[in-house]
């Protein structure tokens, strides 16, 4: 059931970036090993606390890795087979979990059944690979026929899922990734353009494969139930928190955030017992230290990240506070080339530092990692909630305030009660009366097992 997901935190690297890959794929190029600049990368994700990552596309594709060539070969501009296998297996010894890109929706223009149809038209055996076909109308690149496409990108044609070919052949990708480079699970890129019962057959043969395979798929709007449940998904990328991180800092209004995590994981939460995939950027959107307001933001906004229900993620880069935006028609700033001997020459340690310490209380918090959710108080920069299993109770006070802030606790089912700060030893407070005011430092947070005095 792919327990170790639920207590994981993910480091993210995008390696056709982050490698300084060029941007275009010539195929026929000799391979190149930049994957080899990734494994001083695994060293310091572990060293930071993460316990799996999550790479990004590797597999042959013409350009950022989503226009897939070939499913069964690394990409040239990356390396080889063998050079993934022991990306992998470093990754392993220092006991991070490794889960991989899935881009099965759609595949670049490039792919060899594609390439097949555009050479012999109605006549290729691989018609029924790709959906929409249409031979009676021109296609935007010239091709003597019109296809489905992803969005507004004819140049990745969509995969006929329903096709029992493209579904063998996707599945048998899946079984060589599992057993050549023992990778943990998949994140499955566009989830929600893919068909629900595909997911459904994929997940039957990944658990087939392994129980502890993790299925994580991108969705961006609706009900994440629709994709996320025992038949389906285990976990979804969970967009409105995202949302919700950035924009409560920068518009100084903590009721958004703490909006979405009621409705999420309160008492009548939709998405209760799901763990979903917590992220305050990625290599889609606006690096986070583009757009709170000041740096400083960014050490709350951690503190929320590692302390509310779901799977947190952090973004390679970001634990600095790197910036980046995308444009109209360019995202390449969003994946820039990263040397971690630079990074930490030329960055100052204390959001690392920071990020360490939070990743060190959740690692060692049951109700951090798996506890229920209630709110406890709200202001426009304040938002305190409690996270609790049978065996702990945790109160969490975040103080995105440029000043030292009390907040008051209703804690009456605790009425003769100690918290103890995780985060910030040896501070201590007492329940007094079922209350307790705590003063949290600014731009930061208290972490408070409670504690019953003579228990």
């Not at 993210?12 to 990368?41: F, K, M, Q, T, V």
């Not at 950027?281 to 757009?291: E, G, K, L, Q, T």
């Not at 690392?352 to 209630?374: H, K, M, Q, T, W």
């Amino acid at each position: 059931m792919s327990e170790w997901a639920q207590d994981a935190v993910f480091y993210h690297l995008y390696p056709l970036g982050a490698c300084g890959a060029p941007a275009r794929n010539d195929l026929i190029s000799n391979p190149e090993p930049r994957l080899e600049s990734l494994i001083p990368w695994i060293g310091h994700a572990a060293g930071l606390g993460a316990t799996a990552l999550y790479l990004g596309p590797v597999f042959e594709s013409g350009t950022h890795g989503y226009d897939t060539v070939d499913y069964f070969h690394v990409d040239r501009r990356l390396g080889t087979e063998p050079l993934l296998a022991e990306i992998v297996a470093e990754a392993h010894r220092h006991g991070v979990r490794v889960i991989l890109d899935a881009v099965f929706g759609h595949v670049g223009r490039d792919f060899w059944a594609f390439r097949d149809v555009r050479d012999h038209g109605a006549n290729s055996a691989y018609c029924q690979w790709f959906r929409g076909l249409d031979f009676g109308k021109p296609g935007p690149f010239g091709d003597r026929f019109r296809y489905e496409h992803w969005k507004d990108a004819p140049e990745l044609p969509r995969l006929e899922l329903s096709c029992p070919d493209v579904r063998s052949h996707l599945f048998a990708a899946v079984d060589y990734w599992a057993s050549s480079f023992r990778i943990d699970g998949l994140r499955l890129d566009s989830a929600d353009w893919l068909d629900t019962e595909f997911l459904s057959a994929l997940r039957r043969h990944c658990n087939h494969l392994s129980p502890d395979f993790w299925l994580m798929g991108e969705v961006i709007h609706g009900d994440y139930r629709r994709w996320a449940n025992p038949d389906a998904l285990h976990s979804v990328t969970n967009y409105e928190v995202y949302k919700g991180l950035w924009s409560s800092h920068a518009d100084h209004n903590f009721f958004e955030i703490a909006y979405s995590l009621d409705r999420q994981f309160g008492r009548h939460g939709i998405y209760r017992g799901i763990a979903l995939y917590n992220f305050a950027d990625n290599h889609d959107v606006n690096r986070v230290a583009s757009m709170v307001p000041e740096r400083a933001h960014l050490f709350p906004l951690y503190c929320l990240l590692f302390t509310i229900p779901g799977v947190p993620s952090l973004y390679a880069g970001s634990e600095w506070g790197i910036t980046g935006t995308r444009t109209r028609t360019d995202d390449r700033a969003l994946r820039p080339c990263l040397d971690l001997g630079t990074m930490r020459r030329n960055y100052s340690s204390d959001l690392p530092d920071a990020i360490r310490r939070l990743i060190a209380v959740r690692r060692g918090s049951e109700a951090l990692r798996r506890g229920d959710y209630r709110q406890l108080a709200v202001a426009s920069e304040q938002l305190a909630f409690l996270r609790q299993t049978p065996q702990e109770a945790v109160a969490v006070v975040v103080n995105a305030a440029p000043s030292e802030q009390t907040v008051t606790l209703d804690l009456r089912e605790w009425s003769n009660a100690r918290l103890v700060d995780l985060l910030n030893p040896p501070a201590s407070y007492r329940v007094e009366r079922g209350r307790a005011r705590i003063d949290v430092p600014a731009r930061w947070t208290r972490v408070l097992r409670i504690e019953r005095v003579g228990a």
